[in-house]
């Protein structure tokens, strides 16, 4: 049977004498620790008794008692709706109306008198273990709900540290920019960011956490804080991704890993300075053609891996008009109700077929073509969209 040390079985009877025959008949068990007893002798000494010990879960009550009887007391107990209390009643043998009136009211169980103490014994048995059932389902309950409130917060703060309409973007007529998330569950690991360096300098990124769940939360947003916090000083994008990777590295976060597109667009004259850290390549759509096509890669791996690994950079030329797309691989990794993969193939194609002319346009028309392509199977990983349309000078 489970450990019941910490439930108190309260006998409540009138009877002076069934003290001493109770503590006697269960010695044994109450100096095992098996048994603790509390006694009452009326239904208020009874519920004087419950604040006294919180601990009591188990209530044996004799129906006729002086003051306060068991079934008054019945009716107070349900008033407390404590579900954890288990109320056995006794009565005298033949008395089913006041049996069945005290089941109406809530009693767990009954025994009748004179007291069959191997009954009795049993009785409490079933009570004690009906009340730990009940109590772990309880516990279950209470963890769930305090967990669903961890998600809660970690979404409401995702939601927050998003990019938002920044006045530092109102009025730029030398570029545009969207950016989207979809989650498999209430939170994400993957996420984008784009904020300005200087008055000519765009920073943006997109990342994507190794794992899933609150600690991917607070380990994404700490990587983009710390790349954001890092960008503000104007370093390169690959001098601003080694500082953050040696950051993450001796921090002690080696059991979760990011990969990360970090880019710095002049707005003025459509100079892209980038670095790719393990992160899916981001596709160009050039302007002049319409066709997609990959950023060379800078061949970089997770941050948080490798603190003696030094990140490269790469430089591209926008023309007017281009738009570059970075991704997450919940998007190429989406599968069909026949298993197959959206793929890189499947998202080059969507975006060779694109008529529209801005980035939102471009990235719903992603997201449909994508839930298109599923056919209502669920996506199995997050994702996270940016886009970024340089307009000229």
């Not at 349900?78 to 056995?88: G, H, I, M, W």
Request: glycine letters at 6%.
């Amino acid at each position: 049977m489970t450990d019941n040390l910490h439930v108190k079985i309260m006998v409540v009877d009138d009877e002076i004498m069934l003290e001493d025959l109770v503590r006697h008949r269960f010695r044994s068990q109450i100096k095992a620790g098996k048994y603790d007893f509390v006694f009452a002798h009326n239904g208020l000494e009874a519920l004087s008794k419950l604040i006294e010990y919180p601990e009591i879960g188990v209530i044996l009550c004799d129906i006729n008692m002086p003051e306060m009887d068991g079934l008054t007391l019945l009716s107070e107990l349900k008033e407390l709706r404590n579900p954890s209390f288990k109320t056995v009643m006794v009565s005298a043998y033949g008395d089913l109306e006041n049996i069945r009136t005290a089941m109406n009211r809530g009693a767990f169980d009954f025994i009748t008198k004179p007291i069959n103490y191997e009954d009795l014994e049993i009785t409490i048995d079933k009570t004690l273990d009906e009340i730990f059932k009940s109590r772990s389902a309880e516990a279950e309950h209470n963890k769930l709900v305090s967990i669903r409130r961890d998600f809660e917060v970690a979404r409401d703060i995702q939601h927050a540290i998003q990019p938002k309409n920044i006045p530092s973007f109102i009025n730029r007529k030398s570029f545009d920019i969207h950016g989207c998330i979809v989650t498999v569950k209430e939170i994400a690991g993957d996420f984008y960011d784009y904020f300005m360096i200087d008055e000519n300098r765009l920073g943006f990124v997109v990342g994507d956490v190794s794992e899933k769940g609150v600690p991917a939360a607070i380990f994404m947003a700490v990587s983009r804080t710390l790349i954001k916090a890092t960008a503000q000083k104007g370093l390169s994008s690959s001098g601003c991704i080694n500082y953050v990777n040696s950051l993450l590295c001796h921090e002690g976060a080696s059991v979760m890993f990011v990969t990360v597109f970090y880019g710095v667009l002049n707005i003025a004259s459509g100079d892209l300075d980038y670095t790719n850290a393990g992160h899916s390549n981001p596709i160009l759509k050039k302007a002049n053609n319409g066709e997609a096509e990959y950023l060379e890669p800078t061949n970089g791996i997770k941050l948080g891996f490798d603190d003696s690994y030094t990140f490269s950079s790469r430089n591209y030329q926008m023309n007017e008009g281009d738009t570059i797309l970075i991704y997450t691989n919940g998007v190429t990794n989406a599968v069909n109700t026949n298993d197959e993969i959206y793929g890189l193939d499947g998202l080059k194609k969507t975006l060779n077929t694109s008529n529209t002319d801005t980035p939102q346009g471009l990235t719903d028309e992603i997201l449909t073509d994508v839930n298109r392509f599923a056919d209502g199977r669920a996506l199995s990983d997050d994702i996270a969209l940016l886009a970024i349309q340089w307009l000229g000078d």
